[in-house]
């Protein structure tokens, strides 16, 4: 029984752990640890450490062994006895065969700069795709948490104007107010629940966007929830840095500027590659090679002497005899044949390109092309920073100034909403002109939620091209 209730609390306490609400900083973390482009970036970066690994290897002479196992029928010269062979054959070959480049117009170098340049460049794209995650979560997460409080303060309206429509009955009933009135707050009353059942429907739609940001699954989803933070008027600060300082952060630490720039580099790189191809090459060439032959036979024992074979004539026509000896034969064994037949050799080749079918030209003009395309993309992506970063500015200085005037806003409508209200209590306004005290102050409360995290948005978003921790 006690294992059960152990059992069932540790449960319950695991539960309450999984729904915890979300912090920013929780948020991010998640999104930066599953995100699919940040996962891709990451084996791009490294494929090009592989690369750059191999371009090392490519210095060192390449080494390959081979072997050969084969039966010949019919007449041939048996390569390792230089006789004649009719029947069938066996012959076996071992070879080593190595080469290494001993001049190649710095090619090899140059594609050793080029992959270093290229890893770099990579490691910057793994940055690049973490700043667009936090971005995007960042704005998923500020969405959410703002449609939240618009929507608690379309409640708290809603509420109030439940409670007018309470009293407003009263005095319908009591034959002080016309039954016009009434209506009228209902009517409000109708408009105030649709905005809060639209606020509601904007959040859980951002809501589902953030969790797809952070890659939750169904069940993760379900249980989700993101924790409000405390944004008070004092992180509401007037903008004292100019854009020239964030535009000079930004070019110096943005990881989308270094790699477009490393980027650039790699291309200029490839230029000199090409030109490589058009310069003469001196390689160094090495083989060693043995085999085996099953022709390959020996004499064994003492000679036996055999008939006398006639050979020629003399002058006076006499037989010529020479004798014959008839030998006993073994086949060469295979290792001694590997260790008779070895051979070595060595070469230099020269290469000189005369003419390729155009192939150098184009590959050279082609690169430069590359090159250039990627020196066009420097410049656009500084120009879209610098656009970036002085949208930010513009957007945290509106939304600065719109805070305070809203703030001031809600302050006023607020005092004369209860002004109205007490007015209208007394018979003094109808519902149609108290209606519009409460419009006036909803749409105050909702540009002052608007702006403070506008403003958010915005400084955040300077953070992220900044490179700077994002926390809230």
Request: hydrophobic share 40%.
């Amino acid at each position: 029984m006690r294992t059960w209730i152990a059992t069932g609390l540790l449960l319950a306490f695991t539960s309450a752990q999984a729904q915890q609400p979300w912090t920013l900083e929780q948020c991010v973390k998640r999104a930066e640890e599953k995100n699919i482009a940040m996962l891709n970036a990451a084996l791009d970066a490294e494929l090009a450490g592989q690369a750059k690994d191999q371009a090392y290897w490519d210095l060192l002479p390449d080494l390959n062994a081979g072997a050969t196992h084969g039966y010949n029928y019919g007449r041939v010269v048996d390569r390792y006895t230089n006789t004649f062979a009719t029947d069938r054959v066996q012959t076996d070959n071992l070879y080593l065969v190595s080469s290494v480049s001993l001049f190649e117009s710095f090619r090899k170098q140059n594609t050793i700069k080029r992959s270093g340049v290229d890893a770099e460049a990579a490691a910057k794209g793994i940055e690049a795709a973490r700043n667009d995650i936090r971005l995007a979560v960042v704005q998923a997460f500020l969405d959410v948490v703002g449609l939240r409080e618009r929507r608690a303060a379309a409640e708290a309206q809603a509420g109030s104007t439940r409670q007018q429509i309470e009293r407003t009955t009263a005095l319908v009933n009591a034959g002080r107010l016309a039954r016009a009135d009434l209506l009228a707050l209902e009517a409000q009353l109708a408009q105030e629940e649709y905005t809060v059942i639209d606020l509601s429907n904007q959040h859980d739609q951002r809501m589902l966007a953030l969790a797809r940001a952070l890659q939750l699954d169904a069940e993760e989803t379900r249980t989700f929830d993101v924790t409000a933070p405390a944004i008070t008027e004092t992180l509401i600060q007037a903008p004292a840095i100019t854009a020239d300082e964030v535009l000079r952060n930004v070019l110096r630490s943005n990881p989308a500027y270094s790699q477009v720039e490393l980027q650039a580099s790699s291309a200029q790189l490839s230029v000199s590659i090409a030109k490589a191809g058009v310069i003469p090459t001196l390689t160094l060439n090495g083989s060693m090679g043995t085999g085996y032959s099953g022709r390959n036979y020996e004499p064994v024992g003492d000679p036996v002497q055999g008939a006398p074979q006639l050979i020629g004539y003399t002058e006076s026509d006499e037989l010529v005899y020479a004798p014959t000896y008839a030998y006993g034969t073994e086949l060469v064994p295979f290792s001694r044949q590997l260790d008779e037949n070895l051979n070595r050799s060595f070469s230099f080749t020269l290469n000189v390109p005369l003419f390729n079918n155009m192939r150098n030209r184009y590959t050279i003009a082609q690169a430069r092309v590359q090159h250039e395309k990627a020196r066009n993309t420097v410049i656009t992506v500084r120009n879209d920073l610098q656009r970036d970063v002085l949208d930010a500015l513009v957007m945290l200085r509106s939304a600065y100034s719109q805070f305070h005037a809203a703030e001031k806003s809600v302050e006023a409508s607020t005092l004369s909403q209860e002004f109205a209200e007490e007015r209208f209590a007394q018979g003094v306004i109808t519902s149609i002109e108290l209606n519009t005290t409460k419009v006036a102050l909803n749409r105050a409360t909702a540009d002052l939620i608007n702006a403070k995290y506008q403003y958010v948005m915005a400084s955040k978003y300077l953070d992220i091209l900044q490179g700077l921790p994002i926390t809230l």
